[in-house]
């Protein structure tokens, strides 16, 4: 009869052990993605790509492609003019390119760690499923064909 009661509290500290594995594996999950930036750099990038996703970016852009139009007539749709569109419509589109990957990114990981806590806390849930973006196509279909 102590030999069940010491299986038991064995098995009670193995699950808590389990349980603090993951919490590890989803602490490891925002240190591996998250890379070192200056939280000036952070508030300018977040504040640009929420401004380019209003009403009033999306106002800006038109009203700055047609006072390119009207220079474009000013100076008769010249070689210059249309050099200087060119390079300036590619950096702006390079640039927002590279602050929505980012803003998507951050906003991927805060989703991957919600759920990874939703499914550490819930009792029935797979807990293999903890960090399952991190393998391959294949194992993912096969988790998912298998449920």
Do not use: C
């Amino acid at each position: 009869m102590p030999k069940k009661q010491n299986q038991k509290i064995s098995n009670g500290s193995q699950s808590k052990q389990s349980n603090q594995i993951n919490s590890h594996k989803i602490l490891r999950i925002s240190k591996a993605v998250s890379i070192p930036y200056s939280s000036v750099l952070e508030n300018f990038s977040h504040g640009i790509v929420k401004f380019m996703g209003t009403a009033t970016g999306f106002t800006i852009a038109i009203v700055y492609t047609i006072m390119w139009l009207i220079a474009g007539v000013w100076t008769n749709f010249s070689s210059h003019w249309e050099s200087a569109l060119i390079v300036s419509f590619s950096l702006m589109t390079f640039l927002i390119i590279f602050l929505t990957q980012r803003a998507h990114n951050k906003e991927i990981l805060a989703v991957h760690v919600k759920l990874n806590e939703i499914i550490n806390a819930t009792a029935k849930a797979d807990n293999k499923l903890i960090n399952i973006e991190e393998s391959s196509e294949k194992v993912i279909h096969k988790v998912n064909t298998d449920q």
